[in-house]
């Protein structure tokens, strides 16, 4: 069993940056590939980022493809997303989720709360 909670989401300017944090409970971390999926109000959720168990693979959404940075830090049971030149349309809940490497939602077994990220015009 794993758990997850993110923290890091806040109301910030457009072209601004935020770094959101998802930490684990649990000793089966570094076993799963971590994921960051995003849901804005009145949209399906969609995939945002994935990074391999060991940190050195990653797959990105081509929408923050060159924006956004996914990383892990094992000994930590954390994985972070930096998140630079932040746009109106990246406003959304953000969760992070634990599982098999890949960009869809049925890969991931362990789901965290979310937390809220809201980028200003």
């Known amino acids: 069993q794993v758990q997850l909670v993110e923290s890091g989401g806040k109301l910030v300017q457009a072209g601004g940056s935020l770094r959101l944090s998802c930490a684990a409970s649990?000793?089966?971390?570094?076993?799963?590939?971590m994921g960051w999926f995003r849901q804005a109000p009145g949209k399906e959720r969609e995939f945002v980022a994935v990074i391999s168990t060991g940190g050195t693979v990653t797959t990105y959404a081509n929408s923050v493809k060159g924006r956004f940075t996914i990383s892990r830090d094992n000994a930590k049971n954390t994985v972070y997303l930096q998140m630079n030149s932040l746009k109106p349309e990246d406003t959304a809940v953000y969760y992070c989720a634990a599982g098999a490497y890949g960009s869809v939602s049925n890969n991931y077994d362990y789901w965290g709360q979310g937390t809220q990220v809201a980028v200003s015009s």
């Open positions: 649990g000793r089966t971390f570094s076993s799963y590939s």
